[in-house]
C-alpha cells in the first residue's frame, strides 16, 4: 500500500523522536515518492525537499516550462534502517540516468551525484531542482508564498559582493513568463538558462544560500558544485539548483552537494562551506 506525504511525514517525527530518546546521531534522511525528508532534535520540524522536482533543458528563462522539463523516473536502490544513508537511481527520458547517495552526519548532509549518458545521442540535461521547502524551519505562514514578498522571504539568505544578504534583494524583479518568485544567475551560467521567474540583476558571490529559524538560533543553508542558480520559489522553498551541463555520449559528470544545519554563526558557515567548496571560495569576504 503507498503511503501518504502526510502519513510519510508524521513517521519520520515519530522516528526522529526515538532517535532523540535513543541517543543517536541527530540528522536522519528518509525518501519516498520523489520527497525527501531531514528530520532531527535540532530542526523546528522536519525540512521537506522534492529530490528532484526536474531536469531542465537549457534555452528556459523565457519559455514554456513544460517544454524546459526533461522527464524522469526515480527508484530507490537502498536506504539505511538507521537513516543515514539513501541511494536513488534516476532515469530521463532521454536515457541519462543519474546516480545520487545520500549521506546524514551530526549537522549535514552530503550529496554525491553522478550523471551518465550511455546513449548515442547528446543529452540536453543542463541543471536539475531540488525543491527546499523552508516554511517549517522558518515559522512561516504558507498562505502568502505567492505574493509578491512572501514572509518568508525576510528569514531567506544569499551572499552578495561577498557577503551575507537578506531577502528581498534590491532592486527585485517583478517580471517574467511566471510571477513571483525571484531568481540569481551567478556570472558563468547564461542568463537565458535559468528558472522562468522573474531574474535578478543582482549576482551571487557563490551559490551558498539558506534561511535562518523562526528565533534566529539556527541557519539550515545548502550548497553545490558546480550550480545554475539561486532562486527562490513560490512553495515557501529556497533553491540551490545545481549544473549539469550536458552530456555528450558515453560522457559522465559529477556533482556534489550540501546541507548545513548549524547553529547561527555565520563566520562558521562560511569557514566550512570554504572548506567544502574551495571552488567557490573567493566568493567570500575578507
Known amino acids: 500500500m503507498m503511503m501518504t506525504k502526510t502519513t510519510y511525514l508524521a513517521l519520520c517525527t515519530f522516528l526522529m523522536l526515538l532517535n532523540t530518546l535513543a541517543g543517536e546521531a541527530p540528522i536522519r534522511v528518509g525518501w519516498t515518492n520523489r520527497f525527501l525528508t531531514i528530520s532531527g532534535p535540532a530542526l523546528p520540524g522536519v525540512v521537506l525537499i522534492n529530490y528532484l522536482e526536474a531536469y531542465c533543458r ?11 522539463v526533461i522527464p524522469h523516473k526515480s527508484v530507490l536502490k537502498s536506504q539505511s534502517e538507521d537513516g543515514t544513508r539513501i541511494v536513488i537511481q534516476d532515469t530521463l527520458e532521454d536515457g541519462v540516468i543519474v546516480d545520487h547517495t545520500i549521506a546524514a552526519s551530526d549537522d549535514t548532509v552530503t550529496f554525491q551525484v553522478t550523471a551518465r549518458n550511455p546513449t548515442e545521442r547528446e543529452s540536453l540535461a543542463h541543471w536539475a531542482q531540488p525543491c527546499m521547502r523552508v516554511d517549517k524551519f522558518t515559522g512561516s505562514s504558507t498562505s502568502d508564498t505567492r505574493a509578491l514578498y512572501p514572509a518568508y522571504i525576510k528569514k531567506c539568505f544569499l551572499f552578495v559582493d561577498g557577503k551575507m544578504k537578506r531577502l528581498p534583494t534590491e532592486p527585485w524583479a517583478d517580471k517574467a513568463r511566471y510571477i513571483p518568485g525571484q531568481v540569481y544567475c551567478p556570472t558563468p551560467v547564461d542568463r537565458n538558462d535559468v528558472n522562468p521567474r522573474p531574474l535578478s540583476i543582482v549576482v551571487p558571490s557563490n551559490g ?4 535562518f529559524s523562526a528565533d534566529e538560533k539556527k541557519i539550515l543553508a545548502v550548497a553545490w558544485e558546480p550550480y545554475q542558480e539561486i532562486f527562490q520559489g513560490v512553495i515557501a522553498c529556497m533553491h540551490n539548483d545545481f549544473r549539469i551541463g550536458g552530456l555528450k555520449p558515453g560522457e559522465t559528470k559529477s556533482v556534489r552537494g550540501k546541507i548545513y544545519i548549524m547553529d547561527a ?8 562551506f570554504a572548506s567544502d567548496f574551495p571552488e567557490q571560495a573567493a566568493g567570500l569576504g575578507k
Open 208 to 211: 551558498l544560500c539558506g534561511c
Open 265 to 272: 554563526d555565520i563566520g562558521k558557515l562560511t569557514r566550512r
Open 58 to 68: 537549457p534555452g528556459s528563462t523565457d519559455r514554456d516550462w513544460s517544454q524546459t
